[in-house]
């Protein structure tokens, strides 16, 4: 009698974790069902707003469509792309011009930014007074729609009545106007100045997110052990931070390798500052080609595509709640 309550105690016991395991696995499918549930309409709104002017664009770049005659245009496969007769994209020099600077353009801006982001952010997480007023201020570049602050900032660079000119020539760094926007040789330089202006901001703000969630012990421990601040940074403070790094260029990344208004609205078509946006739009309403000008947007989405996921991988950043591998 007691050996088979015995036995009755133990199978009891044993099927107790199974139950467990059984309650949690239909608690996390009920939990992923309702997440798709409210996925769905998202991702349906997504696709009929993103992916489908994606999709007919690539159609687009393998017809001879023109701006006038979208609806009667003809296949011709890859001549948009290349052909022998008049080249296409890719034997076009200019394309290749607009790609080299635009990935320059990234370079250097987006370089530019995470450095003067980081020393930014790093000055915004300390406490002092009126750190929340300042936090404020700092936005405000980053707020103001881009075409405005592009338009402020090109008539701050005029070469006849431009601020900046003014204010170099009274302190006598100049001696004469430059025409910051119009040369070939300072134009890129220009709009590489005002872009770092108005982006600063938010890449210190995703930097910041990532201070204020980085565990205080750590901190307190180097203190008290006297551990050089400098230190702390290199060794604690910039690992702990890649996660939120990685996120805040790649983010910066994207919208400068399509960067359009800014250049456009401080250059128009120069050459010397074209990028693969604004070659694309010249193409596209300017020579009225549809179908040249969505194989110059096609390449484009893939350039943009290739490099995020070279980047992401190179990277190692998990895009999921493990953050970094």
């Known amino acids: 009698m007691a050996s088979s309550s015995a036995l009755t105690d133990s199978r009891a016991s044993s099927s107790a974790p199974t139950r467990?395991?059984?309650?949690?696995?239909?608690?996390?499918?009920?939990r992923v069902r309702s997440a798709w549930m409210f996925m769905i309409?998202?991702?349906?709104?997504?696709?009929?707003?993103?992916?489908?002017?994606?999709?007919?664009?690539?159609?687009?770049?393998?017809?001879?469509?023109?701006?006038?005659?979208?609806?009667?245009a003809q296949f011709i496969g890859l001549a948009n792309y290349y052909n022998a007769t008049w080249g296409g994209v890719l034997s076009d020099p200019m394309w290749w011009n607009s790609v080299w600077n635009t990935l320059w353009f990234m370079g250097v801006s987006v370089s530019l930014e995470l450095v003067l982001g980081l020393a930014l952010a790093?000055?915004?997480?300390?406490?002092?007074?009126?750190?929340?007023l300042l936090r404020a201020a700092v936005l405000v570049p980053w707020a103001i729609p881009t075409v405005v602050s592009a338009?402020?900032?090109?008539?701050?660079?005029?070469?006849q009545f431009g601020v900046i000119n003014d204010m170099l020539m009274t302190v006598g760094f100049i001696s004469d106007p430059i025409a910051w926007t119009a040369g070939s040789t300072t134009a890129m330089w220009a709009v590489v100045m005002v872009d770092v202006w108005k982006t600063t901001p938010f890449m210190a703000l995703l930097i910041l997110t990532?201070?204020?969630?980085?565990?205080?012990?750590?901190?307190?421990?180097?203190?008290?052990?006297g551990v050089h601040p400098f230190k702390v940074f290199w060794k604690v403070t910039l690992p702990l931070l890649k996660p939120a790094i990685m996120v805040a260029v790649i983010f910066r990344a994207l919208d400068a390798l399509r960067i359009f208004d800014l250049i456009y609205v401080l250059t128009s078509n120069a050459s010397s500052t074209m990028t693969m946006s604004v070659y694309a739009r010249q193409q596209l309403v300017d020579f009225q080609d549809v179908g040249y000008g969505s194989a110059a947007s096609t390449m484009l989405f893939l350039i943009i595509a290739v490099l995020t996921v070279a980047y992401i991988t190179l990277g190692k950043v998990k895009l999921g709640s493990e953050g970094q591998s």
Not at 122 to 132: D, S
Not at 151 to 159: E, F, S
Not at 210 to 225: F, H, I, N, R
């Open 122 to 132: 790093l000055l915004l997480n300390q406490a002092f007074r009126g750190r929340g």
């Open 151 to 159: 338009q402020m900032w090109g008539w701050m660079l005029h070469d």
């Open 41 to 72: 309409p998202m991702l349906a709104v997504l696709a009929l707003v993103a992916g489908w002017p994606l999709l007919r664009t690539i159609w687009l770049s393998f017809t001879d469509a023109t701006l006038d005659a979208t609806s009667n």
């Open 210 to 225: 990532g201070l204020q969630m980085l565990p205080s012990d750590c901190y307190e421990a180097a203190k008290v052990d």
């Open 20 to 30: 467990s395991r059984a309650s949690s696995n239909a608690l996390t499918r009920s």
